[in-house]
């Protein structure tokens, strides 16, 4: 039971971050019906962008990292004018395709730029343990999750409340009845980008303070694939749920696993969670929508 | 295909089926093989390792370019099925001590087997979720090859002795070229007949409106599956090819960004063109070589990111090509051509 729990608990709190990730890929999907396969490399961005900022030019923390999100927002919206807005109406290979080369290019700039070395990320918080049911949590732990489910409270809050939210979620639903309702699709497209890649960003900082920051954690991005469809892909609240799930199976399968298939089934227990949810629920736990099927 | 040259007319069915239909037509294509047939006794061995790679990517490709570009079924595991064929090579000849050529068809049979494995789930779903199931697919088959350690070598991988037939062995860069060339003409051949066979069309059908072709009595279920085993057996060639001219089959080449590579081949060349598959081909691996070459030039020229641009550069080059061709030329290099034959045809009238 110690050694579940041992398992379970950090595997919950570091699911957050997928929430987060999924979050990002939400917030665009259920816009624009873009799956953005570049939200690794977003994530990646959010970090580096606040080594660069903190680390690398001295700024005070908060001015740091108040430049770094900026510079997000601006990729984003950047993003989404150069390579996605040309590519409305095409086909959705052409816009996967879309997606995945604008991750190799980004991919590369992050290479170009601050090589592929595991770089330490300043951290805001103190280092330390908290006794949680009997288990020691580290206490960035404890601030990550807490932050991420500000984050995600604060992203519904946005999508049900503000006029800006309802006008994404609008869009989301019908686009033309929007647009005759007066939503400038273009505006709200620009802001689902924006915001999807502050928040995947600030998700990029949280998780690399603590493991420092490097090109492969990127993976992340493809494995909170999981956890989108598993929650549905345009549900917020299934996100929140099912990070955290996606996050204790691969503690659980990593910590109870690992000794018989030779290790890192971390990597791939997230795809196995993936490639099951798509044959038998494709429409995920708490979408909206009957998916495109046969 | 509707614009003939002028003063070319069918008089038989076998004409108007024809691929190569006039006399300075075939004069060209024997040209062609001849150039190809001679060329390696004047490149140098460099020239030669990159006319290998292109011969053994069309083969590859070939085999993605049924899955995606014939039936409209998107595989972003493409790499994965290629090490498939690699590896079953590996076992067969490392593990077993069999020929390399009985090998040949088990290579391509084993990923085609695994493709249908992955590919039955096109039966569910299709899109986006085919693209998710197949980036699952890619990571799932790699991990299990680098940890089946008794089966494939694990992180060495299996190194493979060169083929021979009696007493002449593959082993110098010249005769896997031939190798090489006369397995990517065989591949070349058989998919230019499937586009214009039944099934081929069947493929067309189901990618273009899968209702529509159910509605027409084409077996979806039944032609996914097979373009699924089709389009994995060629990758699973690739892949015995692959392996022999690099000597070992090891899991480092075989990754999601090479799986990438193959869907970007088939947008810059053109989805759905047996030539545009081979311009792509051409195109992406020069490319590739020239971003390599550049890297250090261009390190020299901008001291600050010496040490990074080699790994770099390929990926920015060769992504914001992809980028452009998928908002400038979505119809690939092979749409370009088609603009340029039919104005040389129709010239002095053409625009």
Same mark, same amino acid.
């Given at each position: 039971?110690?050694? %579940?729990l041992g398992?379970?608990?950090?595997g919950?709190m570091?699911?957050?971050?997928y929430?987060?990730?999924?979050?990002?890929? &939400?917030t &665009?999907?259920?816009?624009?019906?873009?799956?953005?396969?570049a939200?690794g490399?977003?994530?990646l961005l959010?970090?580096?962008?606040?080594?660069?900022?903190?680390?690398q030019?001295?700024?005070? &923390?908060?001015?740091?990292?108040?430049?770094?999100?900026?510079?997000?927002?601006?990729?984003?919206?950047?993003?989404e004018?150069?390579?996605?807005?040309?590519?409305?109406g095409?086909?959705v290979? =052409?816009? &996967?395709?879309? $997606?995945?080369?604008?991750?190799?290019?980004?991919?590369?700039?992050?290479?170009?730029?601050w090589?592929?070395?595991?770089?330490?990320m300043?951290?805001?918080?103190a $280092?330390?343990?908290?006794? %949680?049911?009997?288990?020691?949590?580290?206490?960035?732990?404890?601030?990550?999750?807490?932050?991420?489910l500000?984050?995600?409270g604060?992203?519904?809050?946005?999508?049900?409340?503000?006029?800006?939210?309802l006008?994404m979620?609008?869009a =989301?639903?019908?686009?033309?009845?929007?647009?005759s309702?007066?939503?400038?699709?273009n505006?709200?497209?620009?802001a689902?980008?924006?915001i999807?890649?502050?928040?995947?960003g600030v998700?990029?900082?949280?998780?690399?303070?603590?493991?420092?920051?490097?090109?492969?954690?990127?993976?992340?991005?493809l494995?909170?694939?999981?956890?989108?469809? =598993?929650?549905?892909?345009?549900?917020l609240?299934?996100a929140?749920?099912?990070?955290?799930?996606?996050?204790?199976i691969?503690m659980?399968? =990593?910590?109870?696993?690992?000794?018989?298939?030779?290790?890192?089934?971390?990597?791939?227990?997230?795809?196995?969670?993936?490639?099951i949810?798509?044959?038998?629920?494709?429409?995920?736990?708490?979408g909206?929508?009957?998916?495109e099927?046969? | @295909?509707?614009l003939?040259?002028?003063?070319?007319?069918?008089?038989?069915?076998?004409?108007?089926?024809?691929?190569?239909?006039?006399?300075?037509?075939?004069?060209?294509?024997?040209?062609?093989?001849?150039?190809?047939?001679?060329?390696?006794?004047f490149?140098?061995q460099?020239?030669?390792?990159?006319?290998i790679?292109?011969?053994?990517? !069309?083969?590859?490709?070939?085999g993605?370019n049924i899955?995606?570009?014939?039936?409209?079924?998107?595989? @972003?595991?493409n790499?994965?099925?290629?090490?498939?064929?690699?590896?079953?090579?590996?076992?067969?000849?490392?593990?077993l001590?069999?020929? *390399?050529?009985?090998?040949?068809?088990?290579?391509?049979?084993i990923?085609? #087997?695994?493709?249908v494995?992955?590919?039955?789930?096109s039966?569910?779903?299709k899109?986006?979720y085919?693209?998710?199931?197949t980036?699952?697919?890619?990571?799932?088959?790699?991990?299990?090859l680098?940890h089946w350690?008794?089966?494939?070598?694990?992180?060495?991988?299996?190194?493979?002795?060169?083929?021979n037939?009696?007493?002449?062995?593959?082993?110098s860069?010249?005769?896997?070229?031939?190798?090489? +060339?006369?397995t990517?003409?065989?591949?070349?051949?058989?998919a230019?007949?499937?586009?214009?066979?039944?099934v081929g069309?069947a493929? !067309?059908a189901v990618?273009?409106?899968?209702?529509?072709?159910?509605?027409?009595?084409?077996n979806?279920?039944a032609?996914?599956t097979l373009?699924?085993f089709?389009?994995?057996?060629?990758?699973?060639?690739?892949g015995?090819l692959w392996?022999?001219?690099?000597?070992?089959?090891s899991?480092? *080449?075989y990754?999601?960004?090479?799986?990438?590579?193959?869907?970007?081949?088939l947008v !810059?060349?053109?989805?759905?063109?047996?030539?545009?598959?081979?311009?792509?081909?051409?195109?992406?691996?020069?490319?590739?070589?020239?971003?390599? #070459?550049?890297?250090?030039?261009?390190?020299?020229?901008?001291?600050?990111?010496?040490?990074t641009?080699?790994?770099?550069l390929?990926?920015?080059?060769?992504?914001?090509?992809? +980028?452009?061709?998928?908002?400038?030329?979505p119809r690939? +290099?092979? *749409?370009?051509?088609?603009?340029?034959?039919?104005?040389?045809?129709?010239?002095?009238?053409?625009r």
């Amino acid at each position: 039971m110690e050694q %579940f729990l041992g398992y379970l608990i950090p595997g919950l709190m570091l699911g957050t971050v997928y929430t987060v990730i999924s979050l990002g890929f &939400i917030t &665009i999907y259920r816009t624009t019906q873009v799956l953005n396969m570049a939200q690794g490399e977003f994530f990646l961005l959010g970090a580096y962008a606040v080594f660069m900022m903190v680390s690398q030019l001295n700024l005070p &923390i908060w001015l740091g990292l108040f430049l770094a999100f900026a510079l997000m927002a601006l990729l984003g919206a950047v993003t989404e004018r150069f390579t996605l807005r040309p590519m409305v109406g095409q086909p959705v290979f =052409a816009i &996967i395709l879309m $997606t995945l080369g604008l991750s190799v290019v980004l991919r590369g700039v992050i290479v170009l730029v601050w090589s592929d070395t595991i770089l330490p990320m300043p951290s805001l918080f103190a $280092t330390g343990g908290v006794e %949680f049911l009997g288990v020691t949590v580290p206490t960035q732990y404890v601030w990550f999750t807490g932050i991420s489910l500000v984050i995600a409270g604060a992203l519904v809050y946005f999508f049900n409340r503000t006029k800006i939210g309802l006008m994404m979620t609008a869009a =989301a639903d019908d686009i033309q009845v929007a647009q005759s309702c007066g939503v400038s699709v273009n505006k709200i497209t620009a802001a689902a980008w924006m915001i999807a890649a502050v928040i995947t960003g600030v998700g990029g900082f949280l998780l690399c303070s603590i493991t420092g920051v490097y090109p492969e954690m990127g993976a992340l991005g493809l494995r909170s694939l999981a956890v989108v469809l =598993a929650a549905g892909m345009e549900s917020l609240a299934g996100a929140m749920i099912m990070g955290p799930v996606v996050g204790a199976i691969e503690m659980l399968a =990593a910590g109870y696993l690992d000794p018989y298939v030779g290790g890192g089934i971390r990597d791939i227990i997230a795809f196995a969670v993936l490639i099951i949810f798509l044959l038998f629920r494709p429409q995920g736990l708490f979408g909206w929508k009957i998916i495109e099927r046969v | @295909m509707a614009l003939r040259p002028s003063g070319v007319f069918n008089y038989r069915y076998s004409q108007d089926m024809a691929v190569i239909r006039t006399k300075p037509q075939w004069i060209t294509f024997a040209l062609f093989l001849l150039a190809l047939a001679v060329f390696p006794f004047f490149a140098s061995q460099y020239i030669m390792g990159v006319a290998i790679t292109i011969a053994i990517y !069309i083969v590859a490709a070939m085999g993605l370019n049924i899955i995606t570009g014939f039936t409209g079924l998107i595989s @972003m595991a493409n790499s994965a099925f290629m090490a498939i064929g690699a590896f079953t090579t590996g076992v067969i000849t490392v593990k077993l001590g069999l020929s *390399h050529w009985i090998a040949l068809p088990f290579a391509g049979l084993i990923a085609g #087997l695994v493709g249908v494995f992955f590919g039955v789930a096109s039966f569910r779903v299709k899109g986006l979720y085919l693209a998710l199931i197949t980036i699952g697919a890619q990571f799932i088959i790699m991990y299990v090859l680098l940890h089946w350690n008794s089966l494939t070598g694990g992180v060495t991988g299996l190194s493979i002795t060169p083929p021979n037939i009696g007493s002449f062995a593959f082993d110098s860069n010249r005769s896997l070229y031939f190798l090489s +060339l006369v397995t990517c003409i065989v591949v070349v051949y058989l998919a230019r007949n499937i586009a214009r066979s039944k099934v081929g069309r069947a493929f !067309i059908a189901v990618r273009d409106n899968d209702v529509a072709a159910e509605v027409m009595g084409v077996n979806v279920r039944a032609y996914k599956t097979l373009s699924f085993f089709v389009g994995c057996f060629f990758t699973g060639i690739g892949g015995w090819l692959w392996c022999i001219y690099i000597g070992v089959a090891s899991v480092d *080449h075989y990754t999601l960004l090479e799986s990438i590579w193959f869907l970007a081949i088939l947008v !810059i060349g053109g989805m759905g063109s047996v030539l545009g598959t081979i311009m792509g081909v051409v195109f992406v691996e020069i490319l590739k070589e020239v971003t390599v #070459l550049l890297g250090p030039v261009v390190g020299d020229a901008i001291p600050a990111i010496r040490d990074t641009i080699g790994t770099a550069l390929p990926l920015l080059v060769l992504g914001g090509v992809v +980028l452009a061709f998928l908002i400038y030329e979505p119809r690939g +290099l092979v *749409h370009r051509w088609e603009i340029v034959k039919r104005s040389y045809r129709l010239w002095p009238y053409s625009r």
